[in-house]
């Protein structure tokens, strides 16, 4: 008997799972909330495009949830500890962390733990937008090759322009970090002990779609370019890395001390860091000519497209990488900014209701047909991060008369993020990632079977779901069995590994023709509203409506 | 002393107002709301467009509100209902009534009581949409003249648009009808005594403005153009009338069975029947110059202009009518569909509060600056009376993030009715009509500060407000007493009545120059909006955009 651990680092708390490589039966589980800031997420009341994290919770989560979900494990009568043989992380990112010399995180120091630009910058920080443009502006100046492999267009999510906005607003930390982890790699090297940055393994999934790191420039960007955005950015790419690595390298062997903590075999292999959603594909079942969707407060889709073939760069897809998910293969990101966050803040905010009223109107919206309403979306409420990669658009909402009641705007909204999946969907199509299967992962796919049908409708594609409603941690576990290898009772591939430890829900959700007929209809008036509100559309002259509303926001909120 | 009544017919109530010609002192007043239906309204749950009234109402109301108001009034010591030397009604418009040859409305014979067909049909029923549009179409073709005094399109809320829809969706009520009169009509007949609808004094007011009337083509549409629209309107014109007047002529005198009820001389002047906001206007001062806005659940804004000049066709422009508003001057009228009607809806139907919601909400965004948002909404709820005529158009919010708040919202909502207003003011302006002061009327106008504020500082006008809070019933009273003359203790003309019996109140909202900057850009934004959805930018591509979701949504609710 052979076991591995996954361990997911999600927006506002850590889970471990403990797995059976044999076959993917999960044997303990623990979650641990973040304990600091709001959910876990440290805000700032004056600018809400800040969110930080303080990475005291993640050593914290890290010994709790692994203990707690060991002891569970531990009640079944065939595991021990001692048969755990790899541990694998995934997180949140871009989520990047500055760290001293000794690769602790400022953070920790008391001299910065007050200072919110010294905690690790959460992947839904925006507050670096204004670099973010000008990375774009100066990488088509100079490094066009830079931005083909990013869809054209660098986000403020992304890891150098968060570095540059620290460097901007916060330059004592900037002068202070001896260099910036990404949270993916940084959780792997704690548990490896691993006390020098240099020396920390740094996945490709985070470093090819975050940092601009391709093997075709010799990894980062070079110091030029770096120096053109601030000359005191150049010469930290020397503390960085020089190379980034696929899930067939390990980030290092289990340390003593971490060993200890966790009651586990010291030397055990940890699997090389990647982000969430890949590792969630992974332990939804990628393959070649499958989508996985995992949707939850936002969305992220993931699809692989093997080495051995040419892929085009694909305008507004958020990231190609080689190796990013599965190596041996391209990994394809994309995503919507919003989802579940956009009926969140409507049933919060605007009807100021709960869990209760999401439930009300569910079963209200679900007695609809579609179009019946009226309503049209646009479910930009968080910027668009794919096809148009554009922070700086905003929500829409069109069609509503004096009878417009509230379930009628709840399933405009969830159509409005469908509508968003399908352009998804036709923009890789259109370059040619074929795509033959949908598989959803994360709670919204799991529990919102509205939802689900919603997509499939309007996608016109059989909508399946994940077996795991852990998939993350799941994807986690399998990246460990195959580094641990066959002959410890791991795997001796992905797809071997996948084959055994994951599966598909028996559930799915098929296409109504008819619904589908009228939904063709509804998504050319998307489409226009879409095409022209996001710039697509020159003549329509409306692309900088949102735009300019924001710049005269911001303008307004400097009077203060 | 003389004293004058003014009754004013609203949507949901009558309202009553005894007032003293030589000051325009108000004695009493009494309001009786309508008891049928909801608050006065006959709705169809089957068909949200449909708003009809019971004639019943009518009667009931006029005893109880003028006998309530004398009642009060006698408590003056030098108050005698001996005194009284006028009557004028203003009511709600274009509501037409189906009536037998007696003048009597079919609703109030058993036989069709319970028809809503044959009940009156108030102004904001929308069933008749295609019949307006077919109107609209054929004059177009074969009366272009017709349309160019009603702002080039035929409204759903218009007399032909009813009687025609009647006439397809209910020929048994159509067949029975003798007549079809205007309720502003109706009530001065029925206190006159009249038992033959040919006989009815028909207002310049409605005729000219809903029922395509004018001296120009001798009186109503020819029975040529009827006939193109159904063969069977054609003879009706002929039990309607051949010639409507303005306030020099009477209704007729008080009859003796009215005197007796309400307790008034017998044969006193009644004065010819308008809509309530054109009373409304005289009410409030209007004046060459003065633009009078009557803000309410929707909004009605009315110019005038000298008789001797020459007034353009105001493309988008209700209607242009001589001796509409007052005698020799061209009444000109614009509006907005639905102004407090929208907070309602977003207060009521959308966060399900009530007046303390809207309170608090109020108070919220009365905290905020122009553009602190990020938000801009069209006010097109229930569709654009002015300047696009098009019921056909529907609501639209843009710029919401996951942070938005409800009173932002509700602010967004506010500022859209006032660049609505800008828009109205802007198109009378840019057609030679000069507006040097606009006064204001209505519960709105009286009530909500911010709103106020926020007209004054996106129009960058001042923003007064009527002295009477019973602006339409004190005009019918101010048109009573003219008409009574001064030798009976009345007025020898509008002018001389105004002066003496209207005022302006002491309050009044200057605009901002700093926020009128603002509001200029984000004028300049709505104006994209409202162009290329209204479909002026024909390149933008969107104008069809709502129009095709109502036909989609129509054609669902057939499938039912």
């Known amino acids: 008997m052979a076991f591995t651990i996954g361990i997911d680092y999600g927006t506002n708390s850590v889970r471990a799972l403990v797995v059976r490589c044999s076959n993917g039966e999960e044997l303990g589980t623990a979650v641990v909330d973040y304990p600091s800031g709001n959910k876990g997420v440290l805000l700032d009341p004056g600018d809400h495009h800040l969110a930080r994290q303080n990475p005291a919770d993640y050593l914290l989560g ?9 002891a569970q494990a531990t009640q079944k009568k065939d595991f021990s500890a001692a048969q755990v043989i ?104 704690v548990l490896a002990g691993v006390a020098d ?49 696929d899930a067939t390298v390990a980030a ?24 969430d959603v890949h590792y969630g594909a992974i332990g939804s079942g990628i393959q070649p000519g499958v989508l996985v969707k995992a949707i939850g407060t936002s969305t992220c889709d993931c699809a692989i497209v093997s080495a051995d073939k040419k892929v085009a760069d694909i305008p507004g897809i958020c990231g190609i ?28 905010v605007v009807c100021q209701g709960d869990a209760k009223l999401h439930a009300e109107l569910t079963r209200e919206a679900a007695a609809m047909k579609p179009g019946q309403s009226g309503l049209l979306a646009l479910d930009w409420n968080n910027g668009n991060r794919t096809i148009l990669v554009d922070p700086r658009l905003t929500g829409l909402l069109l069609g509503q008369t004096l009878h417009t009641s509230r379930a009628e ?55 399946q779901v994940a077996g795991s409603s852990q998939a993350c941690a799941l994807g986690s576990a399998v990246s460990a069995a195959v580094l641990a290898g066959k002959e410890k009772g791991g795997h001796a591939s992905f797809s071997e590994a996948q084959a055994k430890m994951t599966r598909i829900k028996d559930v799915s959700y098929t296409p109504n023709a008819t619904n589908h007929d009228v939904y063709n209809q509804i998504y050319a008036l998307y489409r226009e509203l879409h095409d022209a509100f996001g710039g697509v559309t020159a003549s329509a002259n409306l692309g900088q409506v949102m735009k300019k509303l924001i710049k005269i926001q911001e303008d307004q909120k400097k009077k203060n």
Not at 217 to 245: C, I, M, Q, S, V
Not at 263 to 275: D, H, K, R, V
Not at 339 to 348: C, M, R, T
Not at 440 to 449: H, T, V
């Open 62 to 70: 890290l010994e709790k949830s692994v203990t707690a979900a060991l």
């Open 86 to 189: 790899g541990i694998g992380v995934d997180t949140t990112g871009s989520s990047p962390i500055p760290v001293n010399e000794k690769n602790i995180p400022l953070a920790l120091d008391p001299k910065w733990a007050k200072n919110l630009a010294a905690q690790c910058w959460l992947w839904k920080d925006h507050t670096s937008h204004r670099e973010a443009a000008e990375i774009t502006r100066i990488a088509a100046e100079h490094r066009p090759h830079y931005l083909a492999k990013c869809g054209q267009t660098y986000s403020s999510e992304w890891f150098w322009s968060k570095i540059w906005h620290c460097l901007n607003v916060a330059p004592d930390v900037f002068a202070a970090a001896y260099s910036w982890v990404e949270l993916a790699d940084y959780m792997p090297a």
């Open 197 to 245: 940055p240099r020396q920390v393994k740094r996945g490709v999934c985070a470093a090819g779609h975050k940092a601009l790191y391709a093997p075709d420039w010799n990894g980062l960007p070079d110091e030029e370019f770096l120096a053109k955005l601030d000359p005191k950015l150049a010469p930290l790419r020397t503390r960085l890395y020089e190379k980034a690595h």
């Open 252 to 275: 290092g062997t289990l340390c003593a001390e971490w060993a200890k903590k966790l009651g586990l075999p010291e030397g055990i292999p940890i699997a090389i860091g990647e982000f």
């Open 321 to 348: 990488v080689k190796g990013a998910i599965l190596p041996g293969y391209y990994g394809i990101e994309a995503g919507q900014s919003a989802v579940g966050d956009i009926f969140n803040w409507f049933v919060e």
């Open 409 to 463: 705007i709840y399933r405009a909204l969830i159509e409005a993020t469908a509508f968003g999946a399908r352009a998804i969907i036709e923009r890789l199509e259109e370059y040619g990632v074929s795509i033959r299967q949908i598989v959803c992962c994360g709670g919204i796919a799991e529990k919102n079977a509205l939802l689900m049908q919603i997509y499939a409708d309007i996608t016109g594609r059989v909508m």
